[in-house]
């Protein structure tokens, strides 16, 4: 999937991240941003990693600001941005790209 | 070193200090001590005025040095000006290698942390901190080492010498001037000064400080005359505000009802609820609305209340108030509401030492059927930290804790099973503070856990049919199974704080946290 | 086509805000009988995408521990509905909830495109099942061809905010307004067999006003009540507690039924007096009641 353009999802709120996905040239960068970094980081980006592979993105700069969301709410909002980010539009393949 | 709660207490500290590890709850029980006492000078001359003009004339008149301990008071809690007041003028003379021995430090005080930062301050005992303070010391800014006491257990250090006081600063919010304090009436009007009397007894210099000067005598004194070598009058104290709050409005979360209906059912169908039990418990959410559910069961069944005991807040000085519980015993006012109750005769005052000191003839909280408690996590052997954010940033205190979760006949942890994804039942604590000994049942959310060694609450519960019985491994694989398993935190070698037991042994060591 | 799960308990039904992910990540810690999570009215129009992969993934990965799972969509006059239902329906949803039904056709177009995702997402045909609110008065007045619509259609729920502003009147606390669609409606779903719910009490600070309410509403025959704050689920579910008496009766003629039908026998009495098997459906009722709240500990 090709990143078009800058986009958001997620709030701030608790249980909940913010993600923004932006275009960039060459691979995934990815910044993430937690108050559980040090229990829960290495599993916060396992989770961004894989969903952004099944995505298909392979080039985007992806900032994650987390607090405290369950990797359900990681996948969601992730995928959000992305499909955001790349104009998608009409039927969503429930249980193949999004899982 | 392993000590009884399996924690490894590093050689070096073992060494540097002369503590030994923790022993287990009974092992200094019956065992002969000798108690310590202070150097002071004596006031003969009655010409003598104990009046000075600033903290600055204090500080020198009572030989202020390098290397010295000032201690403090936290009665006056998120309000506080007292600390942050004495110790500006400290920094302001230049004086270095400062050890503070509070009561208790939280977020009023993070102007402390330049000063730890420039070596003025360089160790600290308090029951905990918060905010600013703990940040520094977890990151190793501390020079020396963070020790954490319990409320017992600061008494008992300073009592038996082991922790020596040069000079005491007392915030009072009425004084008079030849030093009769009193925790009542002013502008910064605490109730009682409970933890304070301890630094009365035994610091060789005693500094009251206080914005309402009032006609000798202050009395009933809750500190005497004999004890307080110098008064000094300030424009203020303390924020009242921030002191004695008005009482929390009762919780509308449906989850903290949740606990606290299973922990007032946890309480009525245990064999120590009759007529004439005792009682203490918290001023979080669930703890207030537990007070008012124990209430209307008290009533339907006419069990009165024998004492109450602890830090106070409006719910249980209500039962008082309502003829519903005979007596009070006060070391702390949480709210107004508490502060006003005082009026009533049967509303005590106690010193921290008859509350919960372990090496005295015998505290209060020994004679307590119930403790209803909060916590940060508690792991499978019912360990609990209330010290150390899971993060491992020193983020609380050990306040009364260790000592009414070890005195109390059946001690009650309430805790939501998660704190966002943090699982609060886990595995191993951060860093123990109250051996799982103490611990005999946890409510959560999800369900109640009964400490295997505590067989009879257990059989009690089962047989009531009351609540969700869960075992303490089961609740912290739910936990694992919503949020995951959290990675260990990585710490440095550097060990900056020690979380002492109540009897002076060492619980657990705190160590520098690493950067991510 | 016969969905077990068809005539469940439903005393209490929890609105849940998809897109926000405290609310639905254990809701069922303050033990509903169902949620709704809602794609709906609660889901701000530019955050429907995002509603969607919450509810697909905690469909997915959260255990609600047997709390029903209905999702309501949006309104079929939007271009959302048919997404929503192939997200829930792939997530693995309990139920789809229809907003502002009016006709029975309504229901089959639903429930055709619900058939159709169950196909699409490999899930056994008749899986999904339906519940219809009535927002309308014209939805009130079909209420019976609604509930003889389909199958799959479990109940029918009254929606009294949007039916008020049809009424032309303000909703009063009283429940005035809503008399005639209450009982109207709970005699259509008992004549169809399914079963009826009522609107939600949306001013928490009236909690009496809210008892008050959920009493009446259980004395005239409904099957429980939606809910918007966990704080109402026990009130509700004291009330929907069989008396001890009730229960004691149920048991009988539960055990009095099946050991005369085993031996043959037709005709059957408690406590010397006749009963007739129509008491037999309302006893399983009461027991299923009473287990649900905790009061029956005995052997059916």
Redesign the interface.
């Known amino acids: 999937m090709e990143i078009k353009k800058i986009a958001v999802?997620?709030t701030l709120?608790?249980?909940?991240c913010m993600v923004t996905v932006e275009p960039a040239k060459k691979g995934i960068e990815l910044e993430l941003e937690s108050a559980v970094i040090r229990q829960y980081g290495r599993q916060i980006r396992k989770v961004a990693l894989a969903t952004l592979k099944r995505l298909g993105v392979r080039n985007a700069r992806v900032s994650i600001v987390d607090k405290g969301?369950?990797?359900?709410?990681i996948?969601?909002?992730v995928?959000?941005a992305v499909?955001?980010a790349a104009e998608h539009e009409g039927?969503?393949n429930?249980?193949g790209m999004?899982k | 070193m392993k000590n009884a709660v399996g924690r490894e207490i590093p050689e070096e500290i073992i060494e540097i200090t002369g503590k030994e590890p923790f022993q287990g709850n009974y092992y200094r029980d019956d065992k002969p001590i000798t108690l310590h006492g202070p150097t002071i000078r004596p006031v003969i001359n009655n010409q003598k005025s104990k009046l000075v003009g600033s903290i600055r004339e204090a500080l020198e008149k009572c030989d202020a040095h390098d290397g010295m301990t000032v201690s403090f008071h936290h009665h006056f809690r998120d309000g506080d000006l007292i600390v942050n007041m004495v110790m500006k003028e400290i920094h302001d003379m230049g004086l270095k290698d400062i050890r503070i021995c509070a009561t208790s430090l939280g977020k009023a005080h993070s102007a402390l942390v330049p000063m730890i930062e420039d070596g003025t301050i360089t160790n600290i005992e308090s029951s905990g901190v918060r905010g600013g303070i703990g940040e520094a010391i977890s990151k190793g800014k501390l020079k020396g080492l963070a020790i954490m006491r319990s409320h017992g257990g600061r008494v008992r250090s300073i009592a038996t010498g082991e922790s020596h006081i040069d000079i005491a600063f007392i915030g009072a919010p009425t004084a008079d001037d030849y030093g009769n304090l009193r925790g009542i009436g002013g502008k910064a009007d605490c109730g009682v000064l409970s933890y304070a009397i301890v630094d009365g007894n035994h610091a060789d210099h005693c500094v009251a400080i206080t914005d309402c000067l009032v006609p000798y005598p202050n009395f009933p004194a809750h500190i005497s005359q004999t004890k307080v070598d110098y008064v000094c009058v300030v424009d203020e104290i303390g924020i009242p505000s921030k002191i004695a709050t008005g009482a929390a409005k009762p919780t509308?979360d449906?989850?903290k009802?949740?606990m606290a209906q299973y922990c007032t059912d946890v309480v009525v169908n245990t064999p120590w609820f009759k007529d004439g039990f005792s009682y203490q418990t918290g001023v979080g959410g669930a703890s207030i609305a537990s007070t008012q559910y124990l209430a209307d069961i008290m009533r339907e069944r006419n069990i009165r209340m024998g004492f109450g005991v602890g830090g106070l807040t409006k719910a249980m000085c209500k039962l008082l108030d309502d003829g519903m519980a005979d007596v009070m015993l006060d070391v702390q006012d949480f709210d107004l509401d508490a502060v006003k109750s005082l009026k009533n005769v049967n509303h005590h005052r106690i010193p921290a030492a008859v509350y919960a000191n372990p090496l005295n003839k015998g505290a209060v909280v020994n004679k307590l059927d119930y403790v209803v408690l909060a916590s940060l996590e508690v792991d499978v052997h019912f360990n609990c930290n209330v010290v150390v954010g899971s993060d491992g940033m020193i983020t609380g205190a050990q306040g009364g804790h260790p000592d009414t979760a070890q005195g109390a006949k059946c001690a009650i942890v309430i805790c939501p099973l998660?704190q966002g994804r943090i699982p609060a039942i886990c595995s191993e604590v951060t860093t123990v503070t109250t051996p799982g000994e103490s611990i005999d049942v946890v409510v959560t959310?999800?369900g109640v856990a009964v400490n295997p060694a505590r067989q009879d609450i257990l059989q009690a519960l089962k047989e009531a049919?009351c609540v969700p019985l869960k075992t303490i491994e089961e609740l912290r694989d739910i936990a694992y199974?919503?949020v995951g398993e959290p990675d260990k935190v990585e710490f440095e070698d550097r060990v900056v704080g020690i979380i002492e037991a109540r009897d002076g042994t060492i619980m657990d060591v705190v160590r520098q946290i690493k950067e991510v | 086509m016969s969905n077990p799960n068809k005539y469940r308990l439903r005393r209490t039904m929890m609105f849940l805000n998809c897109q926000?992910?405290?609310l639905i990540?254990?809701p069922y810690?303050?033990k509903p009988d169902s949620i709704m999570l809602d794609l709906e009215d609660a889901v701000a129009e530019r955050e429907k995408?995002?509603a969607?992969?919450?509810l697909?993934?905690?469909l997915?990965?959260?255990?609600y521990r047997g709390v029903e799972r209905v999702v309501r969509i949006n309104g079929l006059d939007t271009n959302l509905w048919r997404?929503d239902i192939?997200?829930a329906v792939?997530?693995g949803c309990d139920s789809i909830r229809i907003p502002k039904t009016e006709t029975a056709d309504d229901v089959r177009t639903v429930e055709y495109a619900i058939a159709e995702a169950e196909r699409e997402?490999s899930r056994p045909e008749g899986s999904v099942l339906i519940m219809a609110a009535l927002e309308s008065a014209r939805g009130v007045i079909n209420a019976m061809s609604i509930c003889d619509s389909s199958e799959r259609l479990f109940g029918i729920a009254l929606s009294g905010g949007d039916y008020s502003k049809d009424l032309q009147v303000p909703i009063s606390g009283t429940g005035v307004e809503f008399m005639g669609a209450r009982q109207h409606m709970v005699i259509a779903a008992r004549a169809a067999k399914v079963q009826c719910f009522d609107t939600v009490w949306t001013n928490?600070d009236d909690m009496e006003g809210f008892r008050r309410e959920t009493e009446i509403i259980h004395s005239m025959g409904f099957d429980g009540k939606s809910i918007v704050?966990?704080?109402q689920?026990p009130v509700v579910h004291e009330i929907y507690t069989p008396s001890e008496k009730s229960v004691i009766f149920a048991e009988k003629v539960i055990k009095e039924i099946d050991t005369k039908k085993a031996q043959g026998i037709g005709v059957f009495t408690v406590d010397g007096k006749m009963i007739d098997i129509a008491f037999y459906d309302g006893a399983k009722r009461t027991i299923a009641l009473a287990k649900a709240s905790g009061v029956y500990?005995g052997d059916l």
């Not at chain 1, 969301?69 to 709410?73: E, F, G, Q, R, V």
């Open positions: 999802a997620g709120e608790s249980s909940d969301a369950l990797d359900c709410t996948k969601a909002r995928e959000c499909m955001r039927r969503i429930w249980g999004i | 509308t449906q989850r009802l949740l998660l959310d999800y049919e199974s919503i | 926000k992910p405290s990540k254990d810690v303050y995408d995002a969607r992969y919450s697909y993934h905690a997915q990965e959260i255990d997404e192939r997200c792939a997530g997402f928490l704050n966990p704080r689920i500990k």
